[in-house]
């Protein structure tokens, strides 16, 4: 009697562990998705901004410092929730981390302000942040 219980007590415990595991998937995604929805934000106040980083425009030189700060702060902001995916991809489903690797590795393809920005502060993000970039330059 005793064990049967122990068994189904084991059981149980499984099943919420698992619930609790899909829960924190389901939040790991959602943040990741929010924190980029802010970044993005950006782009509909200032949507000139937004060829810096979809359409490998290059960071502009002579410009006003107000546009310098704003790309500097997008770029930073960009890099940020790409740390934080590269934090968090190990508790992420396979085709949400495939789609996220595949995402950051288009942006740095596309802006030179993320590769200029990462190329001045190596050291505030993880290698593979760095391996990233490298892959979409090769």
């Known amino acids: ?7 189904l007590t084991f059981f149980v415990i499984l099943y919420y562990a698992r619930i609790v595991a899909g829960q924190l998937r389901s939040q790991a995604c959602d943040s990741l998705t929010s924190r980029l929805m802010t970044v993005n934000l950006a782009f509909v106040k200032h949507p000139s901004l937004k060829k810096f980083f979809y359409a490998e425009e290059s960071l502009p030189t002579g410009e006003e410092d107000e546009l310098l700060a704003r790309l500097d702060a997008l770029a930073g902001m960009f890099l940020d929730v790409f740390e934080n ?10 085709p949400y981390r495939r789609s996220w690797a595949s995402y950051i590795e288009r942006m740095f393809a596309s ?21 990233w970039a490298e892959r979409a330059q090769a």
């Open 85 to 94: 995916y590269d934090m968090q991809s190990k508790s992420l489903p396979i």
């Open 1 to 7: 009697m005793t064990a049967a219980v122990g068994l």
């Open 111 to 131: 802006s030179p302000v993320l590769r200029q920005y990462l190329e001045r502060n190596p050291t505030w993000y993880s290698e593979q942040i760095r391996e």
